[in-house]
């Protein structure tokens, strides 16, 4: 895992990311794509619904989420998401 924490904030939407992000305490051991819509050459929306996979001090544990990205300026950028 990249635990790239600048990257993901600077590839988070200024608007509702947060100032930083405290990962401690959690180890991320992968990312299951489930599902993909829109993101093409010729979008300017897409989502990505997802499980991550951790461990934390009560144990495993998965978290899935449908996220919102955005094309800004030739990038995309995560707006926001669910997380069911």
């Known amino acids: ?7 993901l904030l600077r590839t988070w939407d200024e608007a ?7 990962l401690d305490g959690v180890t991320w051991l992968g990312l299951e794509v489930l599902a993909v ?10 989502t ?3 499980a991550a996979h951790y ?3 009560s144990g ?4 899935r989420e449908t ?4 094309r800004r300026d030739g990038a995309w950028v995560y707006v926001n998401g669910d997380v069911s």
């Open 48 to 50: 990505v619904t997802f």
């Open 55 to 57: 461990e934390d001090g």
């Open 1 to 7: 895992m990249r635990r790239d924490l600048a990257y």
């Open 37 to 46: 819509s829109g993101g093409g050459t010729d979008d300017a929306r897409g």
């Open 67 to 70: 996220s919102r990205f955005e």
């Open 60 to 63: 495993a544990g998965t978290m």
């Open 16 to 22: 509702d990311r947060p100032a930083d992000l405290a």
